[in-house]
């Protein structure tokens, strides 16, 4: 399976800060913002991963993630020229998806919780079966989000942003998709935004009788960090979650080390590099726990 990570856009709503650097670029308490995405598709044991940016924004992303090789993964690159919707990810990729499953996170999510590695894994599953996956939150304002209308687990509808929410429920920025996906893409009309939607990609997936929904439960956060209040939210968690816990979570090198896709040398490279702050403190410590 693949993967793709959506941090193109002109992040406006986040101006004036991100007149100068891309969104996920900027820090959500310990890490870049790239870093919890990132962080989603490796938990999932996804390798082959695009990360999709502005033309201007594309240098720094790759002075900060490199190839991949210091996560054991390979990290490559294309442009978005403009923001023309989030589907049109799958176009710009289609070279790099070739004849695989996919899933696509956006770059502002963050995701943390019990059980999220058995959700990860079910929608894989549910992938190489020629299913697609989208993941449900529940909101206090549906108007703002994607929403889904559900009838027991089951996906009855999925809607943009609508007046009169049928649910709750919102559609995160995860979803995993079958083969096929970018031809998928190649039939979606823009819509009245003149985008390409990705609740009408999801819809055809519905109407075909193959979306499924895994539903994030209580206890399990969510942020979608385009806000300055969002971010702020979730810098707050993070902070509070790692020194109550005493680690870092959505942690890179961390996930590498512990699915054997870097050894314990390249980690203490790491370690070293970033041992001035508290981040390579804890990946010292993972190293000498090891030993």
């Known amino acids: 399976m693949k993967g793709i990570i959506l941090a193109g856009g002109s992040g406006t709503r986040l101006y004036p800060i991100t007149e100068g650097i891309s969104k996920q670029l900027m820090p959500v308490y310990d890490k870049p913002m790239i870093y919890y995405p990132l962080a989603t598709l490796m938990l999932a044991g996804i390798k082959e991963i695009l990360v999709i940016t502005t033309p201007e ?28 919707g989030l589907a049109q990810a ?44 989208i993941f ?40 995993f998709y079958p083969k096929g996906v970018a031809e998928e893409a190649k039939e979606i009309t823009p819509s009245e ?32 960090t385009g806000t300055f209040d969002s971010q702020l939210d979730a810098a707050n968690m993070i902070r509070s979650i790692e ?17 054997s896709w870097i050894n314990k040398e390249e980690l203490q490279e790491r370690a070293v590099l970033l041992n001035k702050n508290s981040y390579g403190k804890y990946l010292q410590k993972v190293v000498d726990e090891t030993k």
Request: charged share 30%; net charge negative.
């Open 243 to 259: 020194n109550n816990k005493d680690k870092v979570i959505c942690c890179p090198e961390q996930i590498a080390y512990y699915k």
């Open 90 to 133: 799958f176009l710009l990729g289609e070279e790099f998806i070739k004849e695989d499953c996919c899933a696509m996170i956006l770059g502002d999510n963050i995701f943390y919780g019990n059980g999220f590695n058995q959700l990860l894994e079910d929608a894989k599953k549910n992938a190489e079966k020629g299913y697609a996956t």
């Open 57 to 84: 924004d594309q240098p720094a992303f790759k002075k900060l993630l490199k190839d991949g090789h210091q996560f054991g993964i390979e990290i490559s690159y294309v442009v978005q020229p403009s923001p023309d």
């Open 193 to 224: 935004r003149g985008e390409l939607e990705i609740t009408t990609l999801n819809d055809r997936y519905l109407q075909k009788g193959v979306l499924k929904a895994e539903l994030l439960g209580e206890g399990f956060t969510w942020f979608d």
């Open 136 to 175: 449900g939150n529940q909101v206090k304002d549906p108007e703002r989000f994607g929403i889904m209308e559900l009838d027991g687990d089951k996906v009855v509808s999925v809607e943009e942003k609508p007046k009169q929410p049928k649910s709750n429920y919102a559609i995160t920025g995860l979803y």
